[in-house]
Nanobody, 124 residues
């Protein structure tokens, strides 16, 4: 089992920045891909970013490309999401998740473990 705890969310003005963290415990996740997803009120959960086990390969949703950066520190069992140039449409609950299979990295149903999420609110 893997436990994930997200932190770093909050209220920020448009154009501002936040850094989300996802601390993991239990089974080590250093050999697994990780991802960030988000869910806005009244909308389905959507893919944001993913990173492979080594951190060398990343992928992003078009809506955040160039503004968000995913990274990981396997020694700390932690994954990060640096969010810059935030927009009101980035407002959502952000979730991190573990992908053990290494496939479908932008697909929610390919992820095995999930955190409880952290709220990000961007005011205009």
């Amino acid at each position: 089992q893997v436990q994930l705890v997200e932190s770093g969310g909050g209220l920020v003005q448009a154009g501002g920045s936040l850094r989300l963290s996802c601390a993991t415990s239990g089974r080590a996740v250093s050999s697994y891909a990780m991802g960030w997803f988000r869910q806005a009120p009244g909308k389905e959960r959507e893919f944001v970013a993913t990173i492979n086990w080594s951190g060398r390969n990343t992928d992003y949703a078009d809506s955040v490309k160039g503004r968000f950066t995913i990274s990981r520190d396997n020694a700390k069992n932690t994954v990060y999401l640096q969010m810059n140039s935030l927009k009101p449409e980035d407002t959502a609950v952000y979730y991190c998740a573990v992908n053990r299979g290494g496939t479908g990295l932008n697909l929610m149903n390919h992820y095995d473990y999930w955190g409880q999420g952290t709220q990000v609110t961007v005011s205009s």
